[in-house]
């Protein structure tokens, strides 16, 4: 069966007020738009070097990921997010 917009909308919706009501906060406003040129329903999480293979389930792949070798990894450790994002 194929997925109305409507059916994406109410499910947008949903997650939007479960996020809302998690942060603790009330006075959130919400506006919908419409999808703004360039933006994607979708999003590509498998590269060009990797393996995606079909499942029994349309909407799920499954990708063969080549390991990667340490040494290309950076040597300095980030101790937590704050440290990362300055």
Do not use: F
């Not at 329903?41 to 390991?67: F, G, M, Q, W, Y």
């Amino acid at each position: 069966m194929a997925k109305s917009w409507s059916w994406t909308w109410v499910t947008n919706r949903r997650v939007a007020r479960a996020l809302i009501r998690m942060s603790g906060r009330r006075e959130i406003d919400s506006t919908y738009t419409a999808l703004r040129p360039g933006e994607k329903l979708t999003e590509d999480l498998v590269s060009r070097a990797e393996d995606a293979t079909p499942t029994k389930n349309s909407l799920v792949i499954c990708a063969k990921v080549l390991p990667m070798d340490p040494s290309q990894l950076p040597e300095s450790e980030v101790p937590d997010h704050s440290t990362a994002m300055s």
